[in-house]
């Protein structure tokens, strides 16, 4: 009898000889194409540094460099600061100067509302200036800036400096400001004792005076203006802000008063 024994185990498959032939074929091309290219790279970097050291050189030599800085426009703006943010050197090759990074540092600047910067050949840079407006003290918190006239917050170091312009206080105020105080000054009577105002809850408006009593005026959420026409009337006929502390405007067609 015989036994015949199967055996179970089969031979390992291997790649075809071309398939294998083939595949290292392209990986060796594939590397060679690759250590050309980075030498090509590295050539291109290297005549391109070659050519901005020539165009350098070329500029300076026929007097391309920069030589005067001139400021149109600067009136809160430090010009050493201005020329540092900048990074407008003197004897700079100035066809390299990259004009656009220029203007981008310069509009970052506290004061500067807009920025306008300009090469004039063969050796002067002019950068155009326009400048924020401050109209109004914000405070937020222990953080005091400023509000310009076209309603953007400036930061600057110093807003003490500033302490005669009206103040307003709170989170919010910043955007309210300007259309709210604007109004304010229509009522000669108040804006004339007017303190501060401080934007409660996000939503409305309280008035501080600076008269003897210090009175406080709470005005509506919604149309403070009516609030402020009832006010004017009251004031005519009971001097309001002269003999109360605290006038409560918040209810429709209400006068509220407390000594």
Same mark, same amino acid.
């Given at each position: ?179 709210? &105080?604007?109004? +304010?000054? !229509? *009522?000669? /009577?108040?804006? %004339? ?9 996000? #939503? ?23 609030? &402020?026409?009832? +006010?004017? !009337? *009251?004031? /005519?006929?009971? %001097? ?9 405007? #918040? ?9």
């Amino acid at each position: 009898m015989r036994i015949h024994h199967q055996n179970n185990t089969r031979p390992k498959r291997s790649l075809p000889k071309r398939l294998s032939k083939k595949f290292w074929l392209y990986l060796v091309i594939g590397c060679l194409v690759l250590a050309t290219l980075a030498f090509i790279w590295r050539k291109l970097d290297a005549w391109g540094h070659q050519l901005d050291v020539f165009m350098n050189k070329l500029q300076r030599q026929t007097g391309f460099v920069v030589e005067e800085v001139l400021v149109d426009g600067r009136q809160k703006t430090d010009k050493n600061h201005l020329l540092k943010t900048a990074k407008i050197h003197l004897k700079r090759p100035i066809l390299s100067l990259p004009l656009s990074e220029v203007h981008d540092r310069i509009q970052s600047l506290p004061w500067v509302h807009e920025a306008g910067v300009e090469r004039h050949l063969p050796d002067t840079i002019l950068i155009r200036l326009k400048e924020h407006v401050p109209f109004a003290l914000w405070q937020a918190g222990q953080k005091v800036s400023l509000i310009s006239s076209d309603g953007k917050e400036i930061r600057i170091e110093n807003p003490d400096h500033y302490a005669g312009l009206p103040k307003v206080v709170g989170v919010g105020a910043l955007a309210q400001a300007k259309p709210f &105080l604007v109004t +304010l000054e !229509k *009522y000669p /009577k108040v804006w %004339k004792n007017f303190h501060y105002a401080q934007f409660v809850g996000k #939503r409305r408006w309280t008035i501080f005076l600076k008269n003897n009593l210090k009175t406080r005026i709470d005005l509506p959420e919604k149309n403070y203006v009516s609030a &402020l026409e009832r +006010l004017q !009337k *009251y004031e /005519k006929k009971h %001097k309001a802000t002269e003999r109360f502390k605290h006038i409560d405007l #918040r209810l429709k067609d209400k006068v509220i008063v407390k000594k």
